[in-house]
């Protein structure tokens, strides 16, 4: 069980830095296609958070609640985009009042929670992307084509597709989002070390192992389908903006 547990952590770790380069790229070149197609930035914008609009509406969504469950006082709630220094894009916000860091961490990792969970629920048993993801991980061609062909057939595919697609690009949280972390790290990593100088971790994994690895399994599933989503829209949508850039004789930096 151990071994077990510290493997899916590992998983869990290699998973994670993937997903967020790969959502970064996505971003990227999608904002790109705009940029090229409609020469205009605020359009092109508005077009990437149109586009972007139920993952936006979620992960702000998700804020808002936490701070309302917590007790903590709200103000303004947006999902409209504004461009910010450095070429970089908000597409939305929730104000809230400053309060303790671990209130904070709560609010600010809300987004990945219910985001990962909707991602969880609409990739197993509206997409069934769980099969598909198996089947890659254990290297069997023909489960992963006939896993595709079962889930294309399923009803609204493109539909909860889209949204799987869209939630999953905006779950992780954002730079303010990420402000309370550091202490919380910190407190976990001390309590951590304190678990392993007094020798305990031996016993929690043997007691509380199936939980540990429960959890990571779920939350490697839902790195994973999020991962082999923006793999599938890279490609294409880098080959996009280079067509288009050739066309149009411009260039996106």
């Known amino acids: 069980m151990y071994n077990t547990v510290w493997r899916t952590f590992t998983y869990l770790l290699l998973l994670l830095i993937p ?10 070149e999608i904002q790109g296609v705009f940029l090229l197609i409609t020469r205009q930035p605020d359009i092109s914008m508005a077009l990437f958070s149109l586009l972007f609009l139920p993952g936006v509406f979620l992960h702000e969504s998700s804020h808002f609640i936490t701070a309302q469950v917590l007790g903590v006082r709200t103000g303004r709630f947006s999902i409209i985009p504004r461009k910010l220094e450095g070429g970089r894009i908000r597409l939305g916000y929730v104000e809230t009042a400053q309060t303790d860091f671990f209130r904070d961490a709560m609010i600010g990792i809300a987004p990945l929670v219910t985001g990962g969970v909707f991602v969880a629920l609409a990739g197993i048993y509206r997409l069934g992307l769980d099969t598909i993801w198996v089947s890659i991980i254990q290297g069997q061609l023909s489960a992963i084509t006939q896993a595709i062909k ?25 730079e303010s989002d990420r ?21 305990v971790g031996p016993w929690l994994i043997t007691n509380f192992g199936k939980v540990f690895l429960t959890a990571m399994n779920a939350i490697t599933l839902v790195f994973g389908i999020t991962v082999m989503i923006h793999l ?21 930096v």
Do not use: C, E, N
């Open 19 to 28: 997903m967020i380069y790969l959502q970064r790229f996505l971003q990227r």
């Open 150 to 174: 079962s889930a294309a057939v399923k009803p609204d595919f493109w539909l909860w597709f889209y949204l799987v697609f869209t939630v999953s690009s905006t779950m992780m949280p954002s």
């Open 179 to 199: 402000r309370a972390w550091i202490p919380v790290t910190i407190v976990i990593a001390g309590l951590l070390g304190i678990i392993l100088i007094i020798g």
């Open 232 to 252: 599938i829209f890279l490609p294409p949508t880098w080959l996009i903006r280079k067509i288009v850039s050739h066309i149009v004789g411009l260039q996106v």
